[in-house]
């Protein structure tokens, strides 16, 4: 059985094969059966707006793809990739330049070939909604993933 230790690690090293969750400074708060917590920090590179200093809307996607994506090794006891079929994000309100902004995500049905995810973007000043996200991941086994690549996601804890 897989522990909250081993998912934490787990994500934290997938998220590091990532170039773009790197580029943006991506990392794991939370993670735990069915859930996980990423943060994204806030910086000059993700400015939308250079008069408002708002974060770019696509800087959230990714941390709502990346988050979504990535909770699936937090519903499987072996890792194995699981491509994007679905993502839809539905935008509530901008982010509050200057703060990072956390993504939540739920693995809330997993099949035998197929997982569903929501996900929900936010600011610890106020907790408010900044973007909701649904999406399903393709399961294709852990035979299909490379032995090096699943090697290096899951380290000693294999």
Request: charged letters at 25%.
């Amino acid at each position: 059985m897989t522990n909250d230790r081993t998912r934490f690690n787990r994500v934290s090293r997938f998220i590091e094969t990532l170039a773009q969750a790197r580029e943006l400074g991506v990392s794991v708060e939370v993670a735990r059966d069915n859930h996980l917590v990423l943060k994204l920090p806030y910086s000059d590179r993700i400015i939308g707006n250079p008069d408002t200093r708002i974060i770019h809307g696509g800087a959230i996607t990714t941390l709502m793809d990346t988050t979504s994506g990535s909770v699936v090794l937090c519903a499987l006891d072996e890792f194995e990739l699981c491509p994007t079929l679905d993502l839809r994000v539905d935008y509530m309100r901008p982010a509050v330049p200057d703060e990072p902004v956390y993504a939540r995500a739920e693995a809330y049905r997993v099949t035998r070939n197929i997982i569903f995810t929501r996900c929900e973007a936010y600011q610890a000043h106020d907790n408010q909604t900044i973007a909701n996200c649904v999406a399903t991941f393709m399961r294709i086994g852990k035979e299909a993933t490379p032995k090096a690549y699943r090697d290096q996601i899951t380290g000693d804890d294999a």
